[in-house]
């Protein structure tokens, strides 16, 4: 089982709404990432999950917030968003958090914010 | 600074060979990946150098050369569905810093 699984596939929400982002893998990775990506550009990291533990935070505004309940889990909680966070959240994992290894994709999150 | 360099867009003929460049200056160096990603879908990885040289799968290949932070994805016998967008990523410290993706368009 190579898959990363993300759920909802879509979401729309208003600015004063709470809604989270779930993110699956049963690869036994212990790397699991968080990408935001707008239209036509690359993903852009938001966070890095090294052993269940939050390892990288790329200056990620404190509407959202990450959370890893366990090793094959992954959730984006999101709270007061504005319309520019419209875009597809992907979720990611790698297997050994410390060497080079390729990250698996979630098929991605679309959000809308309105 | 952190700079990886890849053309916007690029177009091909079906049954040719097209090559996307990648340079790339960065603070540290980890290996370099290509990724393909369809339109609305999820990036899936294509290749990995860490060394220099070629490394070939398939229909595809992917050069490295560190001296001059420098790498190519070559894809042979263009199809159809290879229309995508390639992305460039170089694994720096824990973390994977994307090109800007090159637009890949194939016709018959």
């Known amino acids: 089982d190579t898959e990363v699984t993300q759920t909802p596939k879509h979401l729309v929400m208003g600015m004063t709404n709470k809604k989270s982002l779930k993110c699956e893998q049963h690869m036994g990775h212990r790397a699991m990432y968080w990408y935001k990506q707008k239209a036509k550009k690359p993903p852009e990291l938001m966070f890095v999950y090294s052993y269940e533990k939050l390892s990288i935070n790329e200056s990620v505004p404190s509407r959202f917030s990450p959370e890893c309940p366990n090793s094959s889990l992954l959730n984006l909680h999101l709270h007061a968003l504005q319309p520019e966070d419209s875009a597809l959240y992907l979720c990611a994992s790698s297997q050994e958090p410390k060497r080079s290894y390729e990250q698996y994709f979630g098929p991605g999150t679309r959000l809308t914010v309105t | 600074g952190q700079n990886i360099d890849q053309p916007t867009e690029m177009t091909a003929t079906e049954g040719a060979i097209v090559q996307i460049n990648c340079t790339y200056q960065t603070s540290g160096f980890n290996g370099l990946f290509w990724y393909q990603q369809h339109a609305g879908e999820a990036p899936t990885f294509l290749s990995y150098n860490v060394l220099d040289g070629l490394e070939e799968k398939g229909r595809f290949s992917s050069f490295l050369s560190r001296s001059k932070g420098y790498s190519y994805l070559l894809l042979k016998e263009l199809q159809m569905k290879d229309s995508a967008s390639y992305l460039c990523?170089?694994?720096?410290?824990?973390?994977?810093?994307f090109g800007q993706g090159t637009e890949l368009s194939v016709k018959p």
């Open positions: 990523a170089v694994r720096d410290r824990g973390k994977l810093i």
